[in-house]
């Protein structure tokens, strides 16, 4: 037997002692990210689940034939919930353009695949949409084009960069977080290989007009695609009425939703489903021309983890459909509280008519400054608390318009326990930051530029062109950047819990008066600096 270097159990005391320092991942107090159903025997199930597949390789489902049946069950459960064993009416694909989009084989039966994790389910239904057009346009020199939202997720910016496809963004009202179908209507062409609509969107958990959009994407066979990765397997469950927004709507061509969201399995799992056997066989990539095995990939990945999978075909079977409608019973009872108590506390206000079990809270305008409670601010304060909100910067839209600058709640069941301790912190949070002015961050800027060799005229050059010492100087002047990682290549990484100061507003701050290009560039060499490893030092 190999003897191993170190014993087993002080290598786990070490990821233990690790994970102490991130945020807690139950309990309820990190509002995003998470996704806590408050049932340890669940996480129990789901963890023996994975366990027993650990070593299969999903790339390959006829080797592993336990790949291919908890797939086909999984896909089958959220085709099921979703509406896609409905048939499509005479307007949706399937019928009318058909043939074009690929939707006509199986009478536009609705197929899908498990991927990992939204990401990958919105790339995959932007591949397939490109792929689709261009088989349409056989030689045509032109750039497909993806219609969304402003608000659509940056999983699609993502894809866009990734796959050649313009994304031209609609604004949203700023009240309402909407876009509206006219808007959408003005947009469309014959260059338009997807639209994209979400239910609801991230930043401020409206939901799109996806009926409507439909009622006219369908009969000029443009692909809509649903993007329910956050809150679909929530909205499914719905204890409210809501308007028709999954694959029961005609023209709806596909649909992604996690299960590692509000199917409470662990990361990474997510289900893309599609209108029509011929569209979702774009989706895949197959080869021949090697000699080595045949490589048939329904997803990004080649070989790929069975455990996601069987954690969540496990939670499936554990919770029923009954277990899912409980669950989210307790997160929309909860969602509603906390937009009491939102809307209780003087200078603070709900964004729109959020839909699902996540809401974003803006600075109520209306009152006078000195009542006024700046959202970014209230989330420091919060986090101070123990309480983890995410901060949202603001956004000037193509038309002028600005989005307002927010702070985004993520519910789930077991904040409904968490309410009697969150709902006073949250109130003691806005009461210490009520009055103090938002953080400017043109004022920061100017302050950050003066400690600068060349000053503001070198931060506007820094723009363009940045290696990665001069990025890390960069961001060791702004204070995101522990001392050891900032203009030192030789020294290593950032200590994770030194990346970032104690408070996030002035951060935001930054990254709304910075030019995004260079905001980017600062963030990936952050991101990359924080993971970088150290020096080897033989024991």
């Known amino acids: 037997m190999t003897a191993f270097r170190r014993p087993p159990a002080d290598i786990l005391a070490d990821i233990e ?9 139950h309990g309820g107090r990190v509002l995003s990210y998470v996704y806590d159903a408050g049932l340890p025997q669940l996480d129990a199930l789901a963890a023996d689940a994975a366990r027993l597949v650990q070593p299969v390789n999903g790339l390959d489902p006829t080797t592993f034939t336990s790949v291919a049946a908890m797939e086909s069950s999984v896909v089958g459960f959220a085709r099921r919930v979703f509406h896609g064993e409905d048939e499509p009416g005479a307007d949706g694909p399937g019928v009318d353009g058909a043939d074009r989009h690929g939707t006509a084989e199986g009478g536009g039966v609705v197929v899908g695949s498990v991927t990992s994790g939204g990401t990958e389910s919105c790339l995959l239904a932007v591949k397939t949409a490109r792929d689709v057009w261009r088989e349409a346009r056989l030689g045509t020199p032109r750039t497909p084009r993806i219609v969304a939202p402003t608000t659509v997720h940056a999983a699609f910016h993502k894809a866009a960069h990734y796959f050649g496809l313009a994304l031209d963004l609609v604004p949203v009202d700023p009240e309402t977080g909407a876009p509206s179908v006219a808007a959408i209507e003005e947009r469309l062409g014959d260059d338009v290989a997807l639209v994209v609509l979400s239910a609801p969107s991230y930043p401020f958990a409206s939901l799109d007009p996806i009926a409507d959009v439909a009622a ?5 066979a443009i692909a809509l695609h649903v993007d329910a990765c956050i809150g679909g397997f929530a909205l499914a469950f719905w204890p409210h009425d ?26 990474g799992v997510s289900v893309l489903l599609t209108r029509g056997r011929d569209r979702q ?17 329904a997803t990004m990945a080649g070989s790929r983890p069975a455990g996601p999978l069987a954690a969540a075909w496990a939670i499936i079977e554990a919770l029923g459909e009954p277990g899912f409608a409980e669950l989210t019973a307790r997160a929309a009872r909860a969602t509603t509280a906390l937009r009491d108590v939102v809307g209780g506390i003087d200078g603070l206000r709900v964004v729109g008519a959020p839909t699902g079990p996540l809401l974003a809270v803006a600075t109520d305008d209306e009152v006078p400054p000195d009542r006024r409670v700046d959202p970014h601010h209230w989330a420091d304060a919060a986090r101070a608390a123990g309480w983890h909100l995410q901060l949202q910067p603001g956004l000037q839209q193509s038309d002028g318009t600005r989005l307002p600058h927010t702070t985004h709640l993520t519910v789930t069941p077991v904040t409904e326990a968490a309410l009697p301790e969150l709902a006073p912190a949250l109130v003691a949070a806005a009461d210490a930051v009520r009055g103090v002015p938002r953080v400017d961050g043109a004022e920061v800027l100017a302050a950050m530029a003066a ?5 503001a005229a070198a931060l506007a050059a820094a723009s363009d062109g940045l290696d990665s010492d001069a990025a890390a100087a960069l961001l060791g002047a ?8 900032a203009g030192d290549a030789d020294a290593g990484g950032a200590d994770a819990g030194d990346a970032l100061p104690d408070r996030l507003a002035p951060v935001l701050a930054l990254v709304e008066a910075l030019p995004a290009p260079l905001t980017e560039r600062l963030l990936v060499e952050l991101l990359a600096r924080v993971v970088e490893p150290r020096p080897f030092r033989p024991e």
């Open 17 to 25: 002692a690790l994970r102490a320092a991130d945020a807690p991942t």
């Open 216 to 220: 006219i994407t369908g009969p000029r």
């Open 242 to 267: 809501l308007p028709a927004w999954d694959l029961a709507v005609p023209g709806v061509t596909s649909l992604s939703a996690d299960l590692h969201k509000y199917g409470y399995a662990p990361k």
């Open 281 to 297: 066989r774009h989706q895949y990539f197959a080869t021949t021309e090697w000699p080595g095995y045949p490589v048939v990939n």
């Open 451 to 455: 400690q600068l060799p060349g000053g």
């Open 478 to 485: 702004f204070g995101l950047l522990g001392g050891s990682g």
